[in-house]
């Protein structure tokens, strides 16, 4: 199991925040819908690798300006279904998580990302 697929998985269920056996569920239809051949941790193996696994962010800095793309993105990981609420009205405001990613026009390489609610 690589290092990079359990930060992945870890990285699911911090952002979405769900439990493990979520994570790895989403984790597996991700990376199935993204057509990568990496094998997917269980939830035990999330488990024990968290504690051990250590997370290396590189940077590098640019050489001139920088020109970003951005775009955001809004999942809604948790709320009432649409049927739900057309049916019998929202009782509660739903939960949105907004992701921005902005990506170096030139290199197309991910330089930027953002999560916040709402």
């Not at 049927?83 to 998580?97: E, L, T, Y």
Request: charged share 20%; net charge positive; aromatic share 6%.
């Amino acid at each position: 199991m690589s290092a990079a697929t359990i930060q992945v998985g870890l990285s699911v269920k911090v952002l979405f925040g769900r439990p493990l056996r979520q994570a790895a569920a989403f984790l597996e239809s991700l990376l199935s819908l993204s057509g990568l051949n990496w094998s997917v941790p269980d939830c035990t193996t999330l488990c024990r690798r968290q504690t051990h696994l250590k997370v290396q962010i590189p940077y590098r800095a640019a050489s001139g300006p920088l020109h970003l793309l951005l775009d955001s993105s809004g999942p809604k990981p948790a709320g009432k279904g649409e049927w739900q609420v057309r049916k019998q009205g929202a009782s509660r405001r739903r939960q949105w998580r907004k992701i921005h990613i902005g990506i170096d026009a030139e290199t197309l390489e991910g330089r930027a990302v953002a999560i916040s609610r709402r």
